[in-house]
């Protein structure tokens, strides 16, 4: 019992440790709340210590971030009440008329304004702001999106190419008025 | 693959600005790119948006307490922790800070709750010991007849001290249990009042006299010399005070 705990302790040490700052990242992007952030990192490494038995190897950062991106989407749910929460479902995946009618001059923008940038990006809804989270700032390939996000490898490509569209036309909305 | 056309590299713009596309696509899309000034144009914008993200998106790196907190709950018992950590979320979430949250968590680790299962087993063990007319199994007001019985029932020597001259008579001893650990249990008498000096070995550090109440009844409780003491009485803090004062320094 207590060798294998040690042993546990070791696996999670080598497995799950080093992906702290991902799950953080990730959860306090979908959250927007810092204490919020460490509750859902703080519960899903719980989590994932106790299935690391069921663990068979591969990607360990995604089956974390798996688990993170559950739990906040459950801390949204929750913290909505009997809201309607905008997760994002529900919203066509196929729809590429948005991004294709996009055509305006971002080279005049100044893309250096990070205010600007954090802020169009927590507009918007977890499922777009998501992935640009999961590519841009994990750097992770659309693989690896699709195990986390739970989705086909297409969906993650079609949900970038709509999520990088709708960035751009949240950051000339917050640009103009500015 | 038909024919590259607009349509056709818009819908897979991303896939070949993320390298994500089979080499031939790839090839195919990059030949169109450089025909057609307009998505050229539109991947420019795209890389540029991807370049502001990734430099100027912040990094939200996990605190140090965060990673601690969680090692350390993992340590142990794993329910216990995360009801403590549940609680503290609910009672204040929204408002709890960082630094706050730390602290928290610093002086849950500082104080564990296991002082208050000893002495709450030990008012216990008080109250039985008085209804049940077992306060003593050795009779004696003599310590070298208490301390010799202990000997070779505890794997521990519990300091026994008379306290008679102090108003505090000994009673006797007797073997008790304490969080499934046998205690040596000192009877006193101070007036009419029946007290309780239960005595445990511990790993833990040293500690200073730490009065409560509960059910009633006063405690004293310090840790010295490997040795967790609690004495429990229903005479008042001060006299039971004193008696932890004269037993700390008989040691």
């Given at each position: 019992m207590?060798?294998?705990?040690?042993a546990d302790m070791k696996r999670f040490d080598e497995l799950l440790a080093p992906h702290m700052d991902a799950a953080y990242?990730?959860?306090?992007?979908?959250?927007?709340?810092?204490?919020?952030a460490h509750d859902v990192v703080q519960e899903s490494a719980l989590k994932a210590f106790k299935f690391l038995h069921r663990f068979e190897g591969g990607n360990a950062k995604a089956w974390l971030l798996t688990i993170v991106r559950n739990e906040s989407y459950n801390w949204l749910k929750a913290s909505a009440g009997h809201r309607w929460v905008a997760?994002?479902?529900g919203i066509p995946e196929d729809d590429m008329a948005l991004s294709h009618a996009l055509t305006p001059e971002i080279d005049a923008i100044r893309t250096e304004d990070a205010a600007l940038l954090q802020q169009a990006l927590k507009a918007l809804p977890p499922v777009f702001r998501e992935v640009i989270?999961?590519?841009e700032l994990e750097d992770m390939p659309y693989k690896d999106i699709a195990k986390v996000t739970d989705v086909p490898l297409g969906t993650v490509m079609s949900r970038l190419a709509r999520a990088r569209a709708m960035l751009k036309t949240e950051f000339m909305k917050l640009y103009r008025h500015e | 693959m038909n024919e590259m056309n607009c349509g056709l590299c818009h819908s897979l713009m991303q896939g070949y600005m993320d390298s994500e596309l089979e080499t031939p696509v790839q090839e195919r899309l990059a030949e169109h790119l450089g025909n057609c000034s307009e998505c050229t144009q539109r991947l420019d914008e795209m890389k540029r948006l991807a370049r502001a993200v990734k430099a100027h998106a912040p990094y939200y790196r996990a605190p140090m307490s965060l990673t601690e907190s969680i090692r350390s709950s993992l340590q142990s018992p794993p329910a216990s922790k995360t009801t403590t950590w549940k609680m503290l979320c609910n009672w204040g979430a929204p408002v709890l800070s960082a630094a706050v949250f730390a602290a928290a968590l610093f002086l849950y680790a500082e104080t564990p709750s296991s002082d208050d299962i000893w002495t709450d087993e030990a008012v216990s063990s008080h109250v039985r010991s008085l209804m049940a007319e077992h306060l003593m199994d050795i009779a004696s007001s003599d310590k070298h007849t208490v301390k010799?019985?202990?000997?070779?029932k505890l794997d521990f020597s519990p300091p026994v001290y008379d306290f008679s001259a102090q108003g505090f008579p000994l009673l006797g001893g007797r073997l008790d249990y304490l969080q499934h650990?046998?205690?040596a249990a000192l009877s006193y008498r101070h007036d009419k009042h029946i007290i309780n000096?239960?005595?445990?070995?511990?790993?833990?550090?040293?500690?200073?006299?730490?009065?409560?109440?509960?059910?009633?009844?006063?405690?004293?409780s310090w840790r010295q010399n490997h040795m967790r003491f609690i004495i429990v009485s229903d005479l008042d803090k001060q006299q039971l005070e004193t008696l932890g004062q004269l037993t700390r320094k008989g040691l």
């Open positions: 207590r060798l294998s705990h040690t990242n990730l959860a306090r992007w979908l959250t927007a709340n810092e204490s919020a997760i994002g479902e989270v999961l590519k | 010799p019985w202990f000997t070779g650990q046998t205690a000096t239960f005595v445990v070995p511990t790993t833990q550090a040293d500690s200073g006299l730490q009065s409560q109440s509960k059910r009633g009844y006063n405690i004293v």
